[in-house]
């Protein structure tokens, strides 16, 4: 039986098993993919050695020595995440002994599983060729507004009912400002960020949607890049504006950014990166604000005499289809946007 599938025939309902070592899968992998690791680091480390330096034959009997250890393991880590009658997926890098071992340990346990032909770098060229032309298919609906207004929230409530949306911020799991990687852990990889546009992007076809809602972002988030093709239609498609008082906002970043306990010193850190932009002596009074737990205190300030004046001179520039007021909750906020686009 030929179990080999090209990577696009169960991408939106496949359940995607990445058969490579914890540190690959780390450095990226296919959105929602599960690590079931058939070597370790350390193990593939050794048995590539033994590719290199000795033979093929005995790298690849070392590998099974290593791998028939694991089966009872592997097994109950697969029954484990069967589930709907999804089936299931898996790859390696290059779509070779790794996943194919894998397969076919299964399959002849009766246990089907397909795997990727090309593996993970068949996937990432599939991304890039294809990525640029699902995204001209949609028409982008920009949300712009001043730091705390709410615009990832809107975002997250506009999907919620239905709608398409590309939350830049959560696929680059930073905020895209100094302070932007408080309370929520290290940057996306590049890759990552990418595979998780691109889901996004899926997930918009799959919602029958030729629109897509997303924020205002700069081309640079954290350490990641947008791609030039989703920056552009960001730019030229169509833009509303979400304005709200600093009231509103300041609780809206509370909220945002002290979940984690470590917020003070997190915040404290991050507050030494605008020393280039305000006084010494300003951001020491913030500093200790923030040690007292006055972060809406700290926050109107940065709003008022950072944030605000940096993100007008560029929100000027463009012209907007719509404006609205966030005044009770992001909730709202989403209805009537909604409601305005029918």
């Keep these: 039986m030929n179990n080999t599938v090209k990577i696009e025939r169960f991408l939106l309902e496949g359940i995607f098993i990445d058969v490579r070592s914890p540190s690959e899968y780390e450095s990226g992998t296919i959105d929602g993919a599960i690590n079931i690791p058939i070597l370790d680091d350390k193990e593939r480390e050794e048995v590539g050695t033994i590719y290199v330096q000795d033979d093929k034959m005995l790298a690849k009997k070392r590998g099974v020595e290593l791998v028939s250890k694991k089966l009872p393991d592997l097994f109950d880590q697969v029954i484990n995440i069967r589930r709907d009658g999804k089936p299931l997926v898996c790859f390696c890098a290059r779509g070779g002994y790794r996943s194919k071992s894998f397969a076919s340990f299964f399959s002849s346990i009766g246990i089907n599983i397909f795997r990727v032909d090309g593996g993970y770098k068949a996937y990432r060229k599939y991304l890039q060729d294809n990525m640029p032309k699902l995204c001209d298919d949609f028409e982008f609906i920009t949300i712009h507004g001043n730091t705390g207004v709410g615009k990832t929230d809107i975002l997250h409530e506009l999907k919620k009912r239905g709608e398409a949306i590309l939350d830049i911020e959560g696929c680059a799991n930073h905020r895209g400002s100094l302070l932007g990687s408080i309370g929520i852990g290290s940057c996306s990889s590049q890759k990552t960020f990418e595979d998780k546009l691109f889901f996004s992007i899926l997930d918009a076809i799959k919602r ?50 002290t979940m984690n306990e470590n917020w003070q010193e997190e915040s404290i850190a991050a507050l030494d990166k605008v020393r280039r932009y305000m006084s010494n002596s300003v951001i020491d009074d913030l500093q200790a604000k923030i040690r007292l737990g006055e972060f809406k205190q700290v926050a109107t300030i940065l709003m008022r005499d950072y944030y605000d004046p940096m993100y007008e001179h560029k929100s000027n520039t463009f012209e907007y289809s719509g404006t609205y007021t966030a005044k009770i909750n992001a909730a709202a906020v989403a209805e009537e946007i909604i409601n305005n686009k029918k």
């Design 208 to 257: 029958g949607k030729k629109y897509i809602y997303t924020e205002a972002e700069s081309k640079t988030i954290g350490r990641c890049k947008l791609p030039s093709y989703i920056h552009e239609k960001m730019q030229t498609d169509d833009h509303i504006f979400v304005d709200a008082d600093y009231e509103y906002r300041a609780e809206s970043l509370e909220k945002d950014y």
